[in-house]
């Protein structure tokens, strides 16, 4: 099925007043703070006061292309694109598309038909769920027919969801217009090389009009349809993220330079993910075994090209039926069977009202930082330190200890409290019982870590993450997150200067490999 079946019109796509928007990105990518000051940093943290109005109101309710917002709304996927035209060394093929996604699970696959019904039974159910992304498990471009259809479907039937695609990038300026007539205001390209040798590491080949081209020939053809697809899309007023796997020894360093050439074309955010990789997944990199970075070493980079433009740091590389806030999955709730049986009532107003209390909350929440921020005024210290939270979002220290699917981690200055990333670990509590190599792992997680702070935590573990030299905090339990966070770092800071402990720095961390545990 071509585009205008569809009903789209090849060329009629942009929005009022795209060329001040471009100016705005433009403008707005020159910024070079670093975050962490009163006000939202440039980059995903950014927020309302920090970025131009027609952006903020494409972002703030996108739980990628803002921090911020991440802790509010939730994203679901649906599996429609099964087929792909590329082959990475990440990834496996029974398993999701690794760009946008982690091997190790596979989804249940979806027609256009299951999937609008599947978003508008999450919908109904889940209020803060804003945006549906098409994100594989093969390359949402290479299955053009279905993933427009359901793009087509879900425009009519829920119009209040932002639409959102993933794209390894191949096909894509074949397909502008089209996303452009859909008003798809978000789209991720996975981008892991501007260099064709450095391509030809990555990519053993490509399929593109009915040949298949190997080596750097294959990979020079994917970098220069990826480029020429993101200019196309910015030119048009679309927000695009570029993803980037890191993968130490074959592009760490050179993300550096495709950061840059990202930034040139217009790219409004850039996430670069953690190689995952083992052997059990089967991926060429797995038996090859070729490693993922460490925490130490992501960050590293990520802080490296901070100042070049706007970097997400809170991507859960989330698979290609994900549902639900971006630390949680609940997609077991939404299972084919399940939702053919459920009677939906798409309620649009009362998603309205649920959306409007968040952002009284939102509110409430940055009024809380910035109070607490003014306490801090005037003090002076290089000492630059990580926290880890327990949370189930809403930006509250919310979660116990032990019911932990991962940490939030925050880097706390001066400047106050900003969010650098998550560690996702094993559950330590499984029905109550600690388990100490559960235990060691969530340390080995955390090991950067000065504090973490959860809303209740036992005794066990409290003294083992002493003795890690991680201090356990429970005495913000079910408050906002950045206001505790710099309200400790206080304390700290007033005890170092006073003698009573001595700052030192803590070691590194470990990427977790391998897929989520889907524990209830
Ligand atoms: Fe999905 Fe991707 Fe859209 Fe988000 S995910 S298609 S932009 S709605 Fe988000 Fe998941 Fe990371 Fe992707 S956390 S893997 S960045
Ligand atoms: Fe796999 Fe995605 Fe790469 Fe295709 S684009 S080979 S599905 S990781």
Redesign the pocket.
Same mark, same amino acid.
């Given at each position: 099925m071509d585009t205008q079946e569809l009903g789209v019109a090849s060329g009629e796509a942009s929005s009022p007043g795209l060329e001040g928007i471009m100016q705005q990105i433009a403008e707005h990518k020159g910024c070079g703070t670093s975050g962490g000051s009163g006000k939202a940093s440039c980059g995903s943290g950014a927020g309302e006061g920090d970025l131009p109005t027609e952006i903020w109101e494409k972002v703030k309710n996108h739980p990628c292309y803002s921090e911020e917002a991440h802790h509010h709304y939730a994203r679901m996927h649906v599996a429609v694109a099964p087929a $792909? !035209?590329?082959?990475?060394n990440? $990834? !496996?093929?029974k398993?999701?598309?690794? !760009?946008?996604?982690r091997p190790g699970v596979v989804s249940e696959k979806l027609s256009p038909e299951q999937a609008a019904k599947k978003v508008l039974a999450v919908a109904s159910t889940i209020p803060q769920m804003t945006v549906l992304g098409i994100a594989?498990?093969?390359?949402p471009l290479?299955n053009p027919e279905k993933t427009f259809k359901t793009f087509d479907l879900i425009s009519r039937t829920a119009p209040d969801i932002k639409l959102c695609l993933s794209?390894?990038g191949l096909a894509l300026p074949d397909h502008v217009d089209t996303i452009a007539g859909f008003n798809v205001d978000h789209v991720t390209i996975?981008i892991n090389m501007i260099d064709p040798e450095i391509g030809a590491r990555i990519?053993p080949w490509v399929f593109w009009k009915h040949k298949r081209y190997t080596g750097v020939e294959a990979a020079k053809l994917l970098t220069d349809r990826q480029l020429q697809g993101l200019e196309m899309l910015t030119e048009r007023g679309i927000l695009c993220k570029v993803n980037s796997v890191m993968i130490p020894g074959i592009n760490d360093r050179h993300l550096i330079e495709v950061n840059k050439a990202v930034k040139s074309r217009g790219a409004f955010l850039h996430n670069i993910m953690p190689l995952i990789s083992s052997p059990e997944h089967g991926t060429v990199f797995g038996l090859t075994g070729q490693r993922g970075p460490s925490a130490q070493e992501l960050k590293a980079l990520q802080d490296s090209c901070e100042g070049e433009m706007n970097m997400m740091r809170h991507c859960r590389q989330c698979r290609a039926d994900a549902v639900g806030l971006l630390g949680e999955d609940r997609s077991a709730e939404f299972t084919t069977d399940k939702i053919m049986a459920m009677e939906v009532d798409y309620d649009l107003e009362g998603r309205k009202a649920y959306q409007e209390k968040v952002e009284e909350e939102r509110v409430a929440k940055v009024a809380a930082k910035q109070e607490e921020l003014a306490t801090l005024a005037g003090a002076s210290s290089d000492i630059q330190l990580l926290i880890a939270v327990a949370t189930k979002g809403s930006g509250l220290i919310n979660e116990h200890f032990g019911h932990a699917k991962e940490f939030q981690v925050y880097e706390l200055t001066t400047k106050g409290a900003k969010f650098v990333g998550h560690r996702r670990v094993d559950l330590y509590c499984q029905g109550g019982y600690g388990d100490e190599d559960s235990l060691e792992t969530v340390i080995r997680a955390i090991n950067d870590c000065h504090a973490v702070f959860v809303a209740k935590i036992g005794g066990c573990p409290k003294n083992d993450l002493l003795k890690a030299g991680i201090e356990p905090v429970d005495q913000y339990a079910h408050e906002f997150i950045e206001k505790s966070a710099i309200a400790w770092f206080k304390a700290y800071l007033d005890k170092v200067n006073s003698g009573e402990i001595e700052h030192v720095q803590r070691g590194d961390a470990e990427i977790r490999q391998g897929a989520l545990i889907n524990a209830a």
């Open positions: $792909c !035209n590329i082959q990475c990440y $990834c !496996n093929r398993y999701d598309c690794a !760009n946008e996604s594989g498990p093969g390359d290479a794209t390894n996975t990519y």
